[in-house]
């Protein structure tokens, strides 16, 4: 991947995000919180979630506070996919679907 591009957005509602981070990173199939993974394996053509774990280590996380409703976080979530078109999410929204939901204005007022 080209330096500063994006490579995954995700989000977590829930008081202990922190906590769910390793999991983006677990290497069984069955786990329920590898969709980075599993969008690297589909998009590189790499059926082994162990090589695209490896492949991740050189990723830069960002995180950012969000001090709003799930609405916002959800609407938020969907306004920077749409924007930064990361590589590796499997869902993503045209960013006219974004814009006119409404909440979308209130995730860009949460930021600032």
Not at 19 to 34: L, V
Not at 102 to 111: D, G, I, P, T
């Amino acid at each position: 991947m080209p330096d500063g591009a994006c490579a995954y957005i995700g989000k977590v509602e829930k008081p202990m995000f922190l906590e769910r981070i390793p999991w983006h990173f677990a290497t069984d199939e069955y786990s329920w919180g590898n969709q980075m993974l599993r969008g690297m394996g589909e998009k590189l053509g790499e059926p082994r979630l162990e090589q695209c774990a490896r492949e991740a280590r050189d990723f830069s996380l960002l995180l950012i506070r969000v001090e709003q409703s799930g609405e916002v976080i959800r609407a938020l979530e969907r306004l920077l996919i749409a924007r930064l078109d990361p590589a590796f999410n499997r869902r993503k929204p045209r960013i006219r679907q974004v814009m006119d939901h409404l909440s979308v204005r209130e995730a860009v007022e949460a930021l600032v």
